[in-house]
DNA sequence: ACCTGAACACCGTTCAAGT
DNA sequence: ACCTGAACACCGTTCAAGT
């Protein structure tokens, strides 16, 4: 299966071999590259004529599968939301724990995505951000973020998550999590890594900042 | 003095005006200019080349001020921050309050400044996060953010806040807006404007998730 | 349907030269 | 000390033409 992977999008195989006319997948192939380039070079580095140098073709074909590059970054980022929504589903499907832990669960999905995938994340508020985002990426964004809402909801059945539109609710613990990557630097805040300070901010959060009565 | 600023920032008014050759405050031109910019269309459209014919300089005049691109924007970035810092400073001097109203005060004035400056703000953690970000960056950074532990810290000695690192509990309340305001199209969540919902999430914040015992 | 090549209007950066 | 002009190596996008 790796092999094939690599046998398949391996960009140097691609280049020396004898490429027909038609090129046959390079709507995917300038995905991989680019998303390759996102993650080591940043957002800024991708550039439409670099990418049809690597994979071989003219610097005008991404024009028939992208309509201009902020298409590309679009398809990019919604490719993002599709991959955060799994990796946060796959963190709550187990709903054989109590409240507390599966939010620290969802949010640790949450971070570790963050960290793998900065530049990528980045990429993804960014494009949904923007004046005139495409609405597929709009409602990718809500889809994932839909998993802390159901948590939420389903907390609330159980009486251990105060009234309240779970929506709003997980707002709470979604804008903490994307806050506290956004104020860390490496990583970590203050030189303690995000990992280790999930779990506390998720206590705190339940508990409240309020000394127990 | 209103007056004064647009005299000496009026780039119609200089560009008319037949220039000596020296520009005398070329560094200050280029950063008034660049915000700007960066206001009405984005970080993306800042141009060394397009600042320098709208102040009828030379295209490699900012050379002289700014090593590169970069440069001006991280200059850009570190003048945010301490715009920042002053807002927040301001926020959070009158302390004839208590606890809860000193944080939503301060939250108030951060989602203020995220609204008002939204391009800017995205500027000022892009350059900070960058790898080799200037050390003036982050201290600026650390600086502004230091009002809201500052708040914490007394809230801790009137007791009305839990024991442990004010900074740690402060970067609950800052990733918190931080996220939300990410989290949020068009200064909205879900059609609620953020400050409305500002209020709400200090008091969750402060009275905690789960429901009252 | 998919790709190419030439052309256009932009960039940032460097460097020798001017005031 | 500060600014200029020519030059270099890049961009994204358009469009008529090729397979």
Redesign the interface.
């Known amino acids: 299966m790796l092999q094939f992977i690599s046998r398949t999008c391996n960009v140097a195989a691609v280049k020396a071999t004898p490429r027909p006319y038609h090129h046959g997948n390079l709507r995917e192939a300038l995905l991989h590259a680019a998303e390759k380039t996102l993650e080591t070079s940043g957002a800024q580095s991708i550039s439409l004529r670099e990418l049809s140098r690597e994979l071989g073709v003219s610097h005008t074909s991404p024009r028939r599968h992208f309509a201009n590059k902020q298409a590309l970054l679009d398809a990019l980022a919604l490719r993002g939301f599709e991959r955060f929504d799994l990796a946060l589903g796959r963190a709550t499907k187990d709903r054989g724990h109590n409240f507390q832990t599966r939010l620290t669960k969802l949010t640790r999905a949450f971070v570790s995505f963050a960290l793998k995938h900065s530049a990528l994340l ?1 990429l993804m ?2 494009a ?2 923007r004046a005139g985002a495409p609405r597929e990426l ?1 409602e990718a964004s809500e889809k994932a ?1 839909g998993h802390a809402a159901a948590a939420f909801a389903e907390g609330q059945t159980t ?5 309240g539109d779970p ?3 997980s ?2 613990v ?7 990557i ?2 860390s ?1 490496d990583g970590k ?2 030189g ?1 890594p995000l990992d280790r ?1 999930v779990g ?2 998720i206590e ?9 009565p």
């Open positions: 980045g508020f960014e949904k951000h709009l973020f009486g251990e998550v105060v009234a929506w709003r609710l707002l709470v979604f804008a903490a999590m994307q806050g506290l956004a104020l630097t805040f203050k303690i300070l506390e901010i705190r959060l339940i508990l409240g900042l309020r000394p127990r």
